[in-house]
């Protein structure tokens, strides 16, 4: 059984920064891209970025040049250091393959707010 835990998530003012953490104990974890997903209460999940398994990365608009997500293959841990956050990247954050599995993490929250 897959299982994703996400951690890192906390309140920060705006221009602070985040680390978001995912454990993936997904067997084969190399094989799969991965992404972080955000999700607001009553809408769908929306992917933030993902890393391929050659670790190209891909990024939403909205967090080019802000966000950088990684991997760690060996660790089976996939990575989003969050910086200049503003207030509308408040929402729940979760980790996943990219596309995504059906499986998911309880998330972690962010809450950019002064």
């Known amino acids: 059984q897959v299982q994703l835990v996400e951690s890192g998530g906390g309140l920060v003012q705006p221009g602070g920064s985040l680390n978001l953490s995912c454990d993936a104990s997904?067997?084969?974890?190399?094989?799969?891209?991965m992404g972080w997903y955000r999700q607001a209460p009553g809408k769908q999940r929306k992917l933030v970025a993902f890393?391929?398994?050659?670790?190209?990365?891909n990024y939403a608009d909205n967090v080019k040049g802000r966000f950088t997500i990684s991997r760690d293959n060996a660790k089976n841990m996939v990575y989003l250091q969050m910086t200049s956050l503003k207030p509308e990247d408040s929402d729940v954050y979760y980790c996943?393959?990219?596309?995504?599995?059906?499986?998911w993490g309880k998330g972690t929250l962010v809450t950019v707010s002064s």
């Open positions: 890393i391929n398994i050659g670790g190209s990365t």
């Open positions: 996943n393959k990219a596309p995504p599995g059906v499986v």
């Open positions: 997904e067997s084969n974890f190399s094989a799969y891209a």
